[in-house]
C-alpha cells in the first residue's frame, strides 16, 4: 500500500471532508478547533490519500529529535483495511533518528469507552508502539503516552506542548498535570 500525504489548507479539495472527520473522530474536549489546528505553525495536518481518494488525517508536530503524533484517524469506512498501520509504518520509516510518541486515552481508569481504549492500545502495540510510564491530565482528559522505543518522558511532551503553544504555552501547562 502507497499513501500519499497531502499537507491540509483551506485551499486543498477535500477540506471540508479533513475537518468532518477530525470533528467526529475526536471529542471536542480531546481536540483544539479545527481552524486552530491549520493556525499552528509548528503542527503539520496532513490528508491521507490512497490513488486519490481521501481516507484519513494524519497530524504530526517534530521539535528537535522528538516527533509526536497529534492526531491520527481513519474514516469508519476504510478502518480495519490496514491504513492505520500504514500510517504509522510511514511514520516511523520517514523519521527514523526521531523519538517518536504519541498519546492514547488511558485504559486502566473507570470510564464508558474502557473497551475502545484497550483496542486502541492493542493497535498501537501491534503497530510497534509501548506504553511508558508517563501518563498525562489535559483539560480532565487522562492519557497514556507510547513510544516507538526510544524513551520519552513527560518533560519531552511538555517541551513539544511549548513548541506548538508558543505564547499560549503558561495557559496550556496550567491544564496539565
Not at 475537518?19 to 503542527?43: I, Q, T, Y
Not at 509526536?68 to 476504510?78: D, E, G, P, R, T
Not at 470510564?111 to 501518563?135: A, L, P, Q
Given at each position: 500500500?502507497?499513501?500519499?500525504?497531502?499537507?491540509?489548507?483551506?485551499?486543498?479539495?477535500?477540506?471540508?471532508?479533513?475537518?468532518?472527520?477530525?470533528?467526529?473522530?475526536?471529542?471536542s474536549e480531546e481536540r483544539p478547533?479545527?481552524?486552530?489546528?491549520?493556525?499552528?505553525?509548528?503542527?503539520?495536518?496532513?490528508?491521507?490519500?490512497?490513488?486519490?481518494?481521501?481516507?484519513?488525517?494524519?497530524s504530526t508536530v517534530e521539535c528537535e529529535d522528538l516527533l509526536y503524533v497529534f492526531f491520527?484517524?481513519?474514516?469508519?469506512?476504510?478502518?480495519?483495511?490496514?491504513?492505520?498501520?500504514?500510517?504509522l509504518k510511514d511514520v516511523v520509516d520517514n523519521n527514523s533518528g526521531k523519538r517518536i510518541f504519541l498519546m492514547a486515552e488511558d485504559p486502566d481508569i473507570e470510564c464508558d469507552n474502557k473497551n475502545e481504549r484497550d483496542n486502541?492500545?492493542?493497535?498501537?502495540?501491534?503497530?510497534?508502539?509501548s506504553k511508558t510510564d508517563v501518563k498525562v491530565t489535559e483539560y480532565g482528559v487522562k492519557y497514556v503516552l507510547l513510544t516507538s522505543g526510544e524513551k520519552v518522558d513527560k518533560e519531552d511532551f511538555l517541551k513539544v506542548m511549548?513548541?506548538?503553544?508558543?505564547?499560549?504555552?503558561?495557559?496550556?501547562?496550567?491544564?496539565v498535570k
Amino acid at each position: 500500500m502507497k499513501l500519499d500525504y497531502i499537507l491540509v489548507d483551506d485551499k486543498y479539495v477535500n477540506y471540508g471532508k479533513v475537518k468532518h472527520l477530525f470533528e467526529h473522530a475526536f471529542p471536542s474536549e480531546e481536540r483544539p478547533h479545527f481552524s486552530m489546528m491549520l493556525s499552528l505553525d509548528k503542527n503539520k495536518l496532513y490528508a491521507v490519500e490512497d490513488h486519490s481518494e481521501f481516507v484519513g488525517l494524519l497530524s504530526t508536530v517534530e521539535c528537535e529529535d522528538l516527533l509526536y503524533v497529534f492526531f491520527l484517524a481513519v474514516k469508519k469506512k476504510y478502518r480495519q483495511r490496514g491504513y492505520g498501520s500504514q500510517i504509522l509504518k510511514d511514520v516511523v520509516d520517514n523519521n527514523s533518528g526521531k523519538r517518536i510518541f504519541l498519546m492514547a486515552e488511558d485504559p486502566d481508569i473507570e470510564c464508558d469507552n474502557k473497551n475502545e481504549r484497550d483496542n486502541r492500545i492493542r493497535f498501537y502495540s501491534h503497530n510497534g508502539f509501548s506504553k511508558t510510564d508517563v501518563k498525562v491530565t489535559e483539560y480532565g482528559v487522562k492519557y497514556v503516552l507510547l513510544t516507538s522505543g526510544e524513551k520519552v518522558d513527560k518533560e519531552d511532551f511538555l517541551k513539544v506542548m511549548k513548541h506548538v503553544t508558543g505564547d499560549y504555552y503558561s495557559v496550556y501547562r496550567m491544564n496539565v498535570k
